[in-house]
């Protein structure tokens, strides 16, 4: 069972315009997410992320929104650069679990 | 600062023979340690999960076994791959405290042959 799904496993994006990851989560316990930026042959590196007690939460070009009723979490890049291209795995976690739960990736390309 | 050690980079093994993955941490001490593998076309998935020293949690049963024989370290084993075993191992540390990322290393690439 899939706690956390990320539903495109790619997307294909123009230099310049906003490219739009989206995660939806199952587990009501989850109370913080992550997004993790992975390039081939790499572990992931953080990228951003949000309390549930927020709503959005911005940093440079990367913004994350949750919507906790849909359950829903989506990142947004503006403007998307070629350097851009990557998966991208959201993460979430429950803290009384002490780990993180990841879903399946995103693959992203922004064409110049 | 922390810093997560994983060896090696890259691993071709043929079937049926043993395997050993060793990540170290520095920097921290009583880390939560995990091990992932992304399989090909696929997600992070985590295999193992580590609180302390010797002890394990293990989160899909297959060919693969773990340890932490000391605190800021875990290993990755098996007695005998798989092919199914081939993909991509990633160890993280993660202080399970609310608000923090984990931090990954920079993984092994294992093709069983």
């Known amino acids: 069972d899939q706690q956390v799904k990320q539903n495109s496993p790619s997307l294909s994006v123009q230099e310049g315009r906003i490219s739009i990851l989206n995660c939806d989560y199952t587990?009501?316990?989850?109370?913080?997410f992550l997004w993790y930026k992975k390039y081939p042959a790499e572990g992931p590196t953080f990228l951003i992320s949000?309390?549930?007690?927020?709503d959005k939460n911005e940093d440079g070009r990367f913004t994350v929104f949750l919507n906790k009723s849909a359950k829903h979490l989506s990142l947004h890049i503006v403007p998307s650069q070629p350097g851009d291209s990557a998966v991208y795995f959201c993460a979430a976690n429950n803290n009384a679990g002490n780990m993180l739960t990841f879903g399946g990736g995103t693959r992203l390309m922004v064409k110049p | 600062s922390q810093t997560i050690h994983q060896w090696p980079a890259t691993l071709v093994q043929p079937v049926g023979s043993p395997l050993s993955l060793e990540c170290t941490v520095e920097?921290?001490?009583?880390?939560?340690l995990y091990w992932y593998r992304q399989a090909a076309g696929r997600g992070l998935q985590l295999l193992f999960y580590s609180v302390g020293i010797g002890q394990i949690s293990s989160e899909v049963p297959q060919n693969l076994s773990a340890s932490r024989p000391q605190d800021r370290q875990f290993i990755l084993s098996s007695k005998k791959l798989l092919l199914s075993d081939s993909g991509f191992y990633l160890c993280a540390w993660f202080d399970g405290a609310l608000e923090t990322e984990a931090f990954f290393g920079q993984g092994t690439r294992l093709t069983v042959v």
């Open positions: 920097g921290t001490s009583n880390p939560n």
């Open positions: 587990n009501s316990m989850f109370d913080y």
């Open positions: 949000i309390s549930s007690i927020k």
